[in-house]
Structures are given as C-alpha cells and as structure tokens.
C-alpha cells in the first residue's frame, strides 16, 4: 500500500474531491443530489465547512484517494456540540481501510474541538438487490462505533425508486454539566500538524 497521507483539504482539491463525488451522485443513490456540483461550488462549499469544522482528505503519490468533513447537525447554538459526518472515497479505494483512518482523525480533531456527538444520515435500500445502493455506508458506520438512532421511510426520491435514510450517532465525550465550550478546528490544528 502507498504512503497515505491525511491533510486538510485545499481549494486546489476541489477538482478531485468534484471527481470523487460525481459517480455518487450520478450512479448511486448515497447522494440526493442529482446534479454534480462544479469544482468552484466543492471549493465554496470546502470553505464554509472550514470556517469551524475539519474537512480532511486522504492523499498519496496517486492523488486524493478520499474526503471527510463534519458540518453543523442543525445551526442552532444549543446543538454546537453535534455534528453531521459526511465521507466518501474513490470508487477503487472503498474497504481498503483507509476511510477508516480518515474518521478516526476527524474523531480525534472534533474530541479536541469539544464536540461530543457524531451523526450520520444514511440512504438504505428497501429492497436487498438495488442497483443503486447498498447497505455498506451503514455497515461501515456500525464498524466505527455508531448505532442506529432512527428510520425515516420514503425519504428520498432518485432513479424512479424511493429511499429510506437511517440516523446514526456515535457519543465521543462526556456530556458534562455545564457544558465545556466548543472551539474551531483552527484552534486545534497544530496539535495534528494539519
């Protein structure tokens, strides 16, 4: 296995990280969007993300091989200890273990930050034989700790078919009382030489 490095992500990735997403959006149905965005709109996107939470990438002499990054679960100051994951990798590097490497930094970067909750909105097939999608997203986060917190059925409609989503969350601190105050993510870089 190549030399994996994982770095924030720089506007100069947007291209790659646009490249990384066009097939989920195009032949799957683990995205709702249904149009992919332009490499501008990934950078704009990768900034706002940047503002507060961590957006990393996987790379190596190959190139980006994946990306992940919290953003709020809902904005709203009483829910600044939540965050929603979001991960995708390149199609020939899924379940090569390095989306792995990648949440386990974004745990360890948020734990420092203060957040204490991890969530994970999931596409679920209704059906087990779906072209479109599997249960692997689900699988993967049941592997890195999450359980399953809810179904909301028929929620998403692509490629003529309805879609199910799950919730997941994974608690990775101590719910104290009062609560201990939320940083950015520049204020823990350094101690991840990102």
Request: charged residues 25%; hydrophobic residues 40%.
């Amino acid at each position: 296995m190549p030399d994996i490095v994982i770095r924030k992500a720089m506007p100069q990735d947007s291209e790659q990280l646009r490249d990384i997403y066009a097939p989920y959006v195009e032949q799957t149905a683990i995205s709702f969007e249904t149009e992919v965005p332009t490499a501008t709109e990934m950078m704009h996107r990768m900034e706002k993300v940047l503002e507060r939470y961590p957006y990393l990438v996987a790379a190596c002499d190959d190139g980006i091989l994946g990306y992940a990054y919290a953003h709020s679960f809902i904005q709203r100051a009483a829910y600044d200890w939540s965050v929603e994951m979001s991960i995708y990798m390149r199609m020939d590097e899924r379940q090569q273990g390095v989306g792995g490497r990648l949440y386990r930094m974004m745990e360890d970067i948020l734990r420092a930050q203060g957040i204490l909750n991890l969530n994970a909105c999931i596409a679920v097939p209704k059906e087990q034989a779906d072209e479109y999608l599997t249960d692997n997203s689900m699988k993967f986060h049941e592997h890195m700790g999450y359980t399953l917190v809810g179904r909301f059925h028929d929620s998403g409609y692509k490629f003529g078919r309805w879609y199910d989503m799950v919730w997941m969350e994974k608690m990775i601190g101590e719910h104290t009382t009062p609560a201990q105050p939320v940083c950015t993510f520049d204020a823990v870089r350094e101690k991840f030489d990102l």
